[in-house]
Structures are given as C-alpha cells and as structure tokens.
C-alpha cells in the first residue's frame, strides 16, 4: 500500500485533528468514511476510488491521531492487513515493506463512533454559489491565522456581489475581507459558518485548484472537492447571528 494515498484521505475527512473517530467502510475497491464534528456544526464525507489495499470492510478509528503517529514510523510501502476475532475486525497490522519494522493499531467496536445522520432535508436549492480558487484558500487561510481569535467568518452580499469577511461583527472589529466571484447569486442577510473548521478544510484540500462554496439562506453551506481519486463534500451549519 502506497502510505501517501492513505494519509492524503485521513488528512481529508480527519481536518486537522478536528474528527477523532470515525467508520471506514471498504468494498474491496474504494475507502470511504461518513463524520460528524464533536459541536454538530459539520458533517462531511470522503471516498477514495481506485483503492483495493484494504480488504472489504467496515472498521472502526477511534483514535486517528494515533493512527497517524504508527503509519508515520513506517516508510512508504506498507502491508496494511486487518486482524479479525469472530466476526469482528480487532486490530490493523502495518509492516514496512522496505525494513520489516511493523506497528500494530487496535480497532474499536463500531458502537462506540459517531454516527453521522443522514441529510434528508437538504435545501431544495443554494440560492447563492461563491467560486473557491488557489488564491481565496490561501487567502481564507492565511487570514484565518492573522486573527487567529476570530470563530467565525461571515458572507456578506450587495448589489451582485459577495464578500467573505473573517472576525466580522456589527461594531468595529480586527477582519479580513475577501471578495468572491459569484456564479449563482441572490441578496441574503449576513450569515456566518464557523471559521476554524472551514479553514481545517481548505488547508486539507490544497491540492485542488478550485471548488464551489453554496449557501442556502436557511443556514446551510455545502463545498465539495474532487482531486485525483478523492471526492470530499463538507456542510456546515450556520452559526449564531454575529453581534
């Protein structure tokens, strides 16, 4: 197994150290896992196509970081091989192909992950779709680290146009500005997302040159990437109206 093709997926849905525990479901074919931040204000998935290194299955991570810190031992080509006990995955054994060092990361009871539930009133439409390239993710993300108090970021529209202001507030206030390309609009009231776990996102979807935020004004968003053989979708639920 090609360790970078499977830390490139954690990297996807695990956003920093945001999501700890998660289910990975594998057919054999593709990894995919469903998540759910610990404050409810995302939920997201992540597929990798083209990836038959994991048996078919469904495991549960309980840990990732620690995950992350055994696979980070190894060097690049590593045998990834689940250990069963009945009926039951119980542990991942990871050897390194090139020196024979191995780690070994115990596996939790599926009961004890988060169960993302299932989005079954999305909006009907985004009335409002902001075009995401290489120059707004590192913007958002350098901007996100020069006020690194602010929790939220807001999306302001007027007359055809859109801005993404970071620490926006009612009164006077330390904040980045970013205007947006519009390429679906309509005028909203100012409505803010959560500014830590949107910049967790882009920083771990980089890779891709360019996205489409939507927003519906009934306080939800949804960005989606596809790069290579990985598709991520994100929805963030609108936070308090800013003060």
């Known amino acids: 197994m090609n360790k970078t093709k499977l830390i490139r997926f954690i990297d996807k849905y695990s956003l920093g150290g945001e999501i700890k525990s998660v289910k990975w479901s594998s057919n054999g074919k593709q990894l995919a896992t469903r998540f759910i931040s610990g404050d409810k204000s995302l939920v997201g998935s992540v597929v990798l196509d083209n990836f038959d290194d994991i048996e078919a299955s469904d495991i549960g991570v309980y840990n990732t970081s620690q995950l992350v810190s055994l696979l980070s031992i190894l060097e690049e080509d590593v045998d990834f091989s689940l250990q069963k006990m009945g009926d039951k995955f119980v542990s991942v054994n990871m050897k390194d192909s090139q020196h024979g060092t191995h780690t070994k ?108 935020l939507e927003v519906s004004s009934q306080g939800l968003s949804r960005i989606k990437f596809e790069i290579d053989n990985y598709d991520s979708e994100y929805f963030l639920v609108s936070t308090q109206a800013v003060n």
């Open 105 to 212: 990361y115990m596996l939790s009871d599926l009961s004890v992950i988060p169960t993302p539930p299932e989005l079954k009133n999305l909006p009907s439409t985004f009335e409002l779709e902001l075009k995401i390239d290489r120059y707004f993710i590192d913007t958002f993300i350098s901007g996100k680290g020069a006020l690194s108090e602010a929790e939220t970021f807001t999306i302001l529209t007027d007359n055809d146009k859109a801005e993404i202001v970071i620490g926006y507030a009612s009164i006077a206030s330390n904040r980045v500005t970013i205007p947006v390309e519009t390429t679906k609009y309509k005028m909203m009231e100012p409505i803010s997302f959560n500014a830590n776990m949107f910049a967790s996102i882009l920083q771990s979807n980089k890779d891709c040159e360019s996205a489409t």
